[in-house]
């Protein structure tokens, strides 16, 4: 049982951190830290390895529903950047050096696909990095065409039956959403693709449009609106699941735990003052402001059903919260985040809470990655839904792992992280013990798309 994944921005600090941790342990490599201690590869972070389930005997998500080993992962992907694995390791700079060392053969043989790639839509400052990508010149129905074609070029060669595509790629701007192109059928913004329309088709609009026409679920690890009502029709039409957006790993982590936390306490909190500075490439692209606001709209969000959820607590009136983000170089992967939350308590009392949280972040998110990939693939693997019940594209049981999850059947987005890890143990295992697994036709993706192949026959 193998699984493909193409991950869009391979050669970024995940990506590559992603890809030579699953080498490390299919070659079980071991290495020593700074103490002479000798380390073995684990998966502390992910809660589908490593936590428990709440039944009897206490078994983790991934035995107690047998999911794919992370070792029978196939990876592939894009990047804006050449650079070989090898050298996207060495550059991010967040594994134990010894690693890569041991693996650097193997590495250095996985080079990222061309990309796709428009200067408008993410920080000016990454254009250095971009030296392999698709002509500007090149129409998006061309380029829509020739990322199918990889995709399509990979899952036969890769020989898996089930591939993902899944954005780790630099945070984009966020696009203003129009009714008549991002709005209602497909077919609205595939009209945008064939007029060429780039100032309203973001990249990984394209990547996602490519990946549901090829039958194969997309899930956006970034906060950029993505995932808008035209590509969540072709989703559904296609049968195909999607999931996002922005991998919850430190800070909204922690405060979607600690709003739930306090409020059944019974604390008011009245304000959050989120503070957060980085080094790595995620915070360089961060500091242009474009970029800054999609990522400060999905930290903002996460307490809302909180407040909504304790009506006698909150009245209605959210907390104050602020969201700084700010590029320090020299502190490369691993991030600060200062938290301070005020809360109201007994008879005019104040309690305030200082949080300062320091994490190799991309440490953090790979486990994360991971969990979502398997979760996933379990789902695809069950035949989608119970029986009876139609098709809905949103795979919320991945709330967990996203920062601004997409709505459910009944349009609930869930941020709280005790009531999102139920909802994900509990559909996991109604679809184990489900009798019929639905099998679901897909409408064929000729008759959704105008867009023809092109004939270039070279994939990188
Ligand atoms: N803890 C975390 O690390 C965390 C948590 C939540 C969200 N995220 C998000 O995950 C994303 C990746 O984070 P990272 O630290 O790996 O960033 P990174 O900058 O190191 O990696 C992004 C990679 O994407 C590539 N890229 C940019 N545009 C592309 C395109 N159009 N097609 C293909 N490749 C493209 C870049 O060259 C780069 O190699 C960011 O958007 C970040 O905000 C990260």
Redesign the pocket.
């Known amino acids: 049982m193998t699984l493909g994944v193409l991950l ?8 590559s ?1 992603f890809v030579a941790s699953l080498m490390a342990h299919k070659e079980k490599i071991s290495w020593k830290d700074h103490s002479g201690k000798i380390c073995f590869p684990d998966w502390l972070g992910s809660t589908v390895m490593m936590g428990s389930t709440s039944r009897e005997d206490r078994k983790s998500l991934f035995e107690a529903y047998s999911l794919t080993s992370p070792e029978d992962l196939i990876v592939g992907g ?4 050449s650079a070989n694995l090898s050298e ?1 390791v060495r550059r ?1 700079g967040v594994l134990n050096w010894q690693i890569e060392e041991q693996l650097r053969e193997k590495l250095e043989a996985l080079v ?1 696909m061309r ?4 200067a408008s ?2 920080a000016s400052n ?1 254009e250095e ?2 030296d392999n990508v698709l002509s500007a010149d090149t129409p998006l129905s061309e380029i829509l065409a020739h990322l199918r074609l990889q995709i399509a070029h990979f899952k036969m060669t890769s020989k898996t039956e089930d591939v993902i595509v899944l ?5 984009e701007k966020m696009v203003d959403e129009l009714a008549d192109v991002h709005g209602g059928r497909w077919e609205n913004l595939e009209r945008a693709i064939l007029s060429n329309r780039k100032d309203l088709v973001s ?2 609009m394209m ?1 996602a449009a490519a990946s549901i026409l090829e039958g194969c679920a997309y899930l956006n ?3 950029q609106n993505t995932l808008v009502p035209s590509l969540r029709d072709l989703a559904g039409r296609m049968k195909v699941f999607i999931g996002g957006n ?5 800070q909204t982590r922690f405060k979607s735990m600690m709003m739930d936390f306090l409020s059944l306490c019974g604390i008011r909190v009245s304000s959050i003052a989120s503070y957060n500075h980085l080094g ?3 915070g ?3 500091s242009e402001d474009h970029c800054f606001r999609s ?1 400060e709209l999905s930290k903002r969000d996460v307490v809302l059903d909180v407040v909504e959820g304790n009506p006698k607590l909150y009245e209605g009136k959210n907390p104050d919260h602020c969201i700084v983000i700010k590029y320090i170089p020299n502190v490369g ?1 691993s ?1 600060r985040a200062i938290d301070e939350y005020v809360g109201d308590i007994f008879m005019g009392g104040k309690q305030t809470f200082s949080i300062y949280n320091v994490c190799e ?2 440490l ?2 790979v486990p ?1 990655i991971l969990d979502i990939l398997l979760v996933t693939d379990f789902f695809i693997r069950q035949g989608l839904t119970r029986s009876g019940r139609t098709f809905f594209p949103n795979l919320t049981p991945l709330s967990l792992f996203f ?1 601004a999850p997409l709505p459910d059947r009944d349009g609930r987005v869930v941020n709280i992280f005790r009531e999102q890890h139920a909802i994900l143990e509990k559909s996991m295992d109604e679809s184990f013990h489900a009798e019929v697994s639905s099998v679901f036709i897909t409408e064929s993706s000729s008759s959704l798309s105008n867009l023809s192949f092109t004939d270039e026959d070279e994939y990188k």
């Open positions: 869009v921005g391979v050669g970024g600090n995940n990506g951190t894009w990047d804006i950047n996207a991010a990222p990309a796709y790639y428009d839509y993410i990454q990095r971009a954005w780790t790629a630099n945070t990249p990984s990547y690890g970034s906060p922005d991998f919850k790993t430190g790595n490439n995620d360089k692209n961060l990522k992967d991030k972040d991309s953090l998110a994360v920062k």
